[in-house]
């Protein structure tokens, strides 16, 4: 169960997120509640995986580059080299699926360069080749879920 505070924040601000210098002290305002309070709960909220990321998501074409990436991992290594991805600032959606290609995430950086630099690294980091699957056609999917 979540508590009123929790749901508030869970609830609304998937896709109300403040866009300002000072994003937590601006919930906290609207929910007439202190930052401080807002950052330890969305802090909790992490840990016990009930959220998985706080921040903005923003349109890749407008801000820079993203891909879809794909790796075949065997499963005595498949938590270590998750890790090892999940470390890299530019990626997010990491991801398990039953296949024998079962590590999917997402990379967005700045340029197209950029973008091949993380995943020449994360090559040389974990010694697996990836699969670089650009995008071909762009389809918006919301991921906000009302509770």
Known sequence: MLTEIEYQLVNHYQHEMPMSPTPFADIAEQLDIDEAKVISVLKSL????????????????????STLVAMSIPENKLQTVADIVSSYAEVNHNYERDDDINLWFVVVAPTQQNIQQVLADIEKQTGFPVINLPMEQDFHIDLGFAL
């Open 46 to 65: 992490t840990e016990r995986g009930i959220v998985s990321r706080v921040g903005p998501v923003f349109q890749h074409k407008k801000v820079g580059a």
